[in-house]
C-alpha cells in the first residue's frame, strides 16, 4: 500500500481545483487521505515473522553454546593440579600439589622428602570439611632415600627377635605375629605375607591410643614400608582395611610411577 505524505495532500487539493470540482468534493478528497495517513502500517507478512524468530533461535543457540563451551574449558583448566618439582637423592619427581596437602599457593621446591596424603580407596586428592574428615579413611606417606635399615630382610629378621612363638591367619592372606612384652614392640602386632613377609610386613598397634602418646587419635596407626624405583616408602593406613594390602601397595606404586621424570 502507498503511503501519504502532506505534500501529496497539498497535491491533491490543487488538482481539485484546477479540474473544477466543488468545494465540498475537495474537502472529502482531503478526509479520505487524512484516514488513510492515520492508518498503521501493515503487519509483516507471517514468512518475514517466521523468519525473524527462526533468527532469534539461532543467535541464542550459538549464544548458550559458545558460553557452555567456556565453561567447560575453564572448569578444566581449574581441575588441572599444579605439580611441585622435587628430588628424593638423584631421582627426579613432579608431584601433584593437591596430594601433599599443601597450600595452593605453595610453590616451593620439595628436596630429600616427599609427603602425600591420600583419600582411600579412590587414592585421589584427601577431601576438606567436617563430613569428609568423620568420615575418612586416608594413607599418610613418606618418600625417603633408600636406607638399608628399611630392607625387607633386615626388617624381618629384626622383627623376629621380638617375636612370640604364636602365629594366626588373617584376611587377606596374611599371617599374625604379636610381640613380647618388654620388647621395643610391646603392643603392637607383626602381619605378614606369606610365606616369607618380603611382599608385605606391616606393624599395627593393639590399642591406637598406645601407638603413639602424643597422637591418640591417629588415624593410620598400621606402617609398612618397603622400596620402590630407587626410594624407601612408608604407608600409614587404617588397620580396617589392612586385608586390602595388595590393592594399597600396587595403588601406591602406579603413583609413584606417575610423578617420576
Known amino acids: 500500500m502507498t503511503a501519504y505524505h502532506p505534500q501529496d495532500l497539498a497535491a491533491e487539493q490543487r488538482l481539485s481545483a484546477q479540474q473544477g470540482l466543488p468545494a465540498h468534493a475537495g474537502a472529502g478528497l482531503a478526509s479520505?487521505?487524512?484516514s488513510r495517513l492515520k492508518r498503521p502500517p501493515p503487519?509483516?507478512?507471517?514468512a518475514d515473522g517466521a523468519l525473524l524468530k527462526a533468527a532469534f533461535a539461532i543467535m541464542l543457540t550459538g549464544a548458550l553454546a559458545t558460553g557452555l563451551a567456556l565453561h567447560l574449558t575453564h572448569r578444566d583448566e581449574e581441575r588441572e593440579p599444579i605439580v611441585q618439582p622435587a628430588r628424593i637423592g638423584s631421582i627426579a619427581l613432579m608431584v601433584p600439589q593437591n596430594l601433599t596437602g599443601s597450600e595452593p599457593d605453595d610453590s616451593s621446591r620439595l628436596v630429600g622428602m616427599v609427603r602425600l596424603r591420600?583419600?582411600?580407596p579412590s587414592l585421589g586428592p584427601v577431601e576438606a570439611g567436617p563430613a569428609a574428615i568423620q568420615n575418612r579413611q586416608r594413607l599418610l606417606i613418606t618418600l625417603t632415600p633408600q636406607d638399608k635399615v628399611n630392607e625387607p630382610q633386615t626388617q624381618l629378621s629384626v622383627y623376629a627377635r621380638f617375636l612370640t612363638p604364636t602365629?594366626?591367619?588373617n584376611p587377606g592372606g596374611l599371617v599374625v605375629r604379636g610381640f613380647r612384652k618388654g620388647s621395643p614392640y610391646e603392643g603392637e602386632e607383626l602381619y605378614v605375607?606369606?610365606?616369607d613377609g618380603r611382599g608385605f610386613a606391616?606393624?599395627?598397634?593393639l590399642d591406637?591410643?598406645?601407638?603413639?602418646?602424643a597422637r591418640p587419635d591417629l588415624d593410620e596407626p598400621c606402617r609398612v614400608t618397603f622400596k620402590h624405583r630407587g626410594m624407601d616408602v612408608n604407608i600409614r593406613f587404617p588397620r580396617a582395611i589392612i586385608a586390602d594390602w595388595a590393592l594399597m601397595l600396587g595403588g601406591v606404586?602406579?603413583?609413584i610411577d606417575g610423578m617420576m621424570r
Not at 503487519?43 to 507471517?46: A, E, S, V, Y
Not at 591406637?208 to 602418646?213: E, Q, V
Request: charged letters at 25%.
Open 167 to 169: 602365629v594366626w591367619s
Open 118 to 120: 591420600l583419600d582411600w
Open 43 to 46: 503487519p509483516l507478512p507471517r
Open 208 to 213: 591406637t591410643a598406645k601407638s603413639d602418646p
Open 193 to 195: 605375607s606369606v610365606p
Open 202 to 205: 606391616a606393624r599395627c598397634p
Open 32 to 34: 479520505v487521505v487524512r
Open 253 to 255: 606404586r602406579n603413583i
